[in-house]
């Protein structure tokens, strides 16, 4: 529906959108662990590592924080993003940007993803559409004053058009026009 509303023009053109995560929720930009802990019964720690570099078991990998660790995933961006980048990458045709820059909130290291970012991307125009920028922010929220008053939820997305703002609260799930 959002990406009906956005290619029908009800926003106008979109040159800007902003999309964040309160992830990671799971420890990022730290050291692999020293200790090793006991494998769990109900794992198989070598099927589970495959081509990964070996290393023993540590709860810090699994279950869940597998996702911040660059050998098993692609911290906050690779978890989330394929989730709330999808709307505007489908409504503004985006495909690949010309440039990408980041801000990391912390150093990066070798084995884990940042503790937060914000990653700006350039896309070209595409068609009768024009250039965008698109804002990834990790642990971060878009400028307050891009919420016409309105507190912004833990993670979201806001396209701002020439006519219109569309906010999409990824907390709920519920799409709104902000007036312009």
Do not use: K
Request: aromatic fraction near 12%.
């Amino acid at each position: 529906e959002s990406v009906e509303v956005i290619r029908a023009g009800a926003i106008g053109e979109v040159r800007e959108v902003h999309v964040w995560t309160n992830r990671p929720i799971w420890p990022q930009n730290i050291e692999r662990p020293a200790e090793p802990q006991p494998v769990p019964a109900t794992l198989n720690w070598d099927l589970w590592i495959g081509p990964a570099p070996a290393r023993p078991y540590h709860r810090a990998y699994a279950p869940f924080a597998w996702r911040g660790w660059w050998d098993f995933g692609t911290g906050a961006l690779g978890d989330m993003a394929c989730h709330t980048m999808n709307m505007p990458y489908m409504a503004l045709n985006l495909g690949a940007p010309t440039a990408v820059s980041a801000d990391v909130a912390h150093r990066v290291n070798n084995e884990t993803a940042p503790m937060g970012c914000t990653v700006t991307y350039e896309f070209p125009a595409r068609g009768n559409m024009p250039a965008c920028r698109l804002f990834w922010y990790e642990r971060r929220l878009p400028p307050r004053e891009l919420f016409q008053g309105q507190n912004p939820s833990g993670s979201g997305m806001l396209l701002i058009g020439s006519r219109g703002t569309m906010y999409s609260d990824s907390d709920y799930g519920g799409s709104r026009r902000l007036l312009p």
